[in-house]
């Protein structure tokens, strides 16, 4: 049987970007005129690092940061931030909650020879799975929203004592409310509700997380440079990244944060992403709406 699709009911302008992401027309058009003058320069001269300086700002207000908490910014995307977390980030165990892709590749990084194994526990698909404090985990990691099955998961703070909570925010960050206070890193890469491109990770962290990276890279534990998280806040702090990040992405990405900003910030893209996730019918009874990666530009 052929399905024809009416018409009036398709979308004027089908593209969309990496996450898959809506681009939106005016992102593309500031590129095109303020952006130009970026392409081609380098990542350690003033323009650059000013956007990397006004993305840092722009998101720690969109978070509400608390004090002591910095955005970090490194290069790749999320995969690369979960081998980056098995080298600088879990001390010996962690914890991973997982219910879709990206929570079990984040728990297969950190079964690195040099961690002790993690305690993984998973749900079937449509459901989510439940921390369980444990005396030997000093990392509890789950999915704010979960890309592949669309699940939601409340974002809160696992109270065991000298461990971080770790929030993957790929599919959620910019379309999600959550108070930062309750996490310890909260991570994305931004070409989903950011409707930005790929190649890039970012983090907003807490002081004892940044305080666990500062002294795991102090220790024997070998880090490759490119996956340094110690590196990534070094580099961060002077507003800039390891190695040339892809000028393009930071640019759509500020320029989607504003936006953002400009319309009311979280609570504004929370209310708008829940309505299109209801007209999409795609709210599961007991679940936060989930966040379609194409939905807030829509």
Known sequence: MTITIP??????????GSGPAKIRAAQLDALHTDGVSLIGTSHRQAPVKALVANIKAQLSTLFAAPDGYEVILGNGGSTAFWDAAAFGLIEQRSQHLTFGEFGNKFAAAAHAPWLSTPDVRAALPGTRSDSEIMPDIDLYAWPHNETSTGVAAPVHRVNAQGALTVIDATSAAGGMTFDATDTDVYYFAPQKNLGSDGGLWVALVSPAAIERI???ATSDRYIPESLSLKSALDNSRLDQTLNTPA??????LNSQLAWILEQGGLPWACARVTESALHNRGCRRGLNPPVSRRLLAM
Do not use: N
């Not at 018409?7 to 089908?14: K, V």
């Open 7 to 16: 018409r009036q009911l398709l979308p004027s302008d089908g593209r969309f």
């Open 214 to 216: 500062e002294r795991i």
């Open 247 to 252: 000028l393009v992405t930071l640019h759509l």
